[in-house]
């Protein structure tokens, strides 16, 4: 093999695993904030509860979580609101008790900062409304990683990395193209398969923006196996 497309190679298998594991990071990481949050506090709500939160903030700002109480039934409601967000020194408990009109929808916000971190990376929020008269009680959860690149906020470093990191693969993807072509029976075997992965964890991210955490680790289980599967057949154990 001519040193040129060895180089394009391994210049784009290198680049194309960084990407995917970026992928990978950024996926994992809402998800494990998500799956954190509904442990940190017990779920009490009969029906779920939209709860906003920054995908990321870095470790110097300060973040707003809010959510919308709606009174569904035609007489004034007096619901309480209590926000649990993580604290160091134990957790941090906020109530509130709103006045809501009829069909009326107030939204409620709390702010958070460094002061909130648990386990160094993670900020914690369960926010519940109890129950009052025949008003359902409803509960909602998030989770924020905490990380900084390059002095940049938190949403702006996610969405960087984001880039990035699918453009690695992309530009991994054509340097091996270049490298490998014209492209023979096992050649083409092993790009389809990272082709399915590389889809993989693109749908993991891809649902990481709205933090369907069940689907994200869903699609990233299924990438983990992925590797482990192109590993044994074109790595360790290749066929030709």
């Known amino acids: 093999m001519k040193q040129k497309p060895l180089a394009f190679l391994f210049a784009g298998t290198l680049l194309f695993i960084l990407g995917i594991l970026l992928e990978l990071f950024l996926s994992s990481v809402v998800a494990w904030g998500e799956v954190e949050a509904r442990v940190y506090s017990s779920q009490v709500g009969d029906l779920g509860l939209n709860v906003k939160c920054p995908l990321m903030l870095s470790p110097t700002e300060s973040g707003t979580i809010s959510t919308s109480i ?143 955490w069940g689907l994200i680790i869903f699609f990233d289980v299924v990438a983990l196996i992925l590797i482990v599967v192109i590993l044994t057949e074109f790595v360790l154990f290749p066929k030709r």
């Open 70 to 212: 709606t009174n569904t039934l035609d007489v004034d409601t007096k619901p309480v609101v209590t926000a649990d967000i993580s604290r160091v020194s134990g957790e941090q408990q906020i109530s509130q008790t709103l006045l809501l009109a009829a069909h009326e929808t107030q939204t409620v916000q709390w702010e958070v900062d460094a002061s909130n971190i648990l386990f160094g990376r993670l900020i914690l929020v369960n926010v519940t409304q109890f129950r009052y008269t025949d008003l359902p009680s409803r509960q909602g959860a998030c989770g924020i990683f905490l990380l900084s690149f390059l002095g940049l906020s938190g949403v702006e470093t996610f969405y960087l990395l984001f880039v990035i990191s699918l453009a690695f693969i992309l530009l991994g993807a054509w340097l091996w193209f270049r490298g490998r072509s014209p492209l023979d029976d096992f050649a083409r075997s092993s790009a389809q398969a990272s082709g399915v992965l590389a889809s993989a964890t693109f749908a993991g991210l891809l649902v990481a923006l709205p933090r369907w």
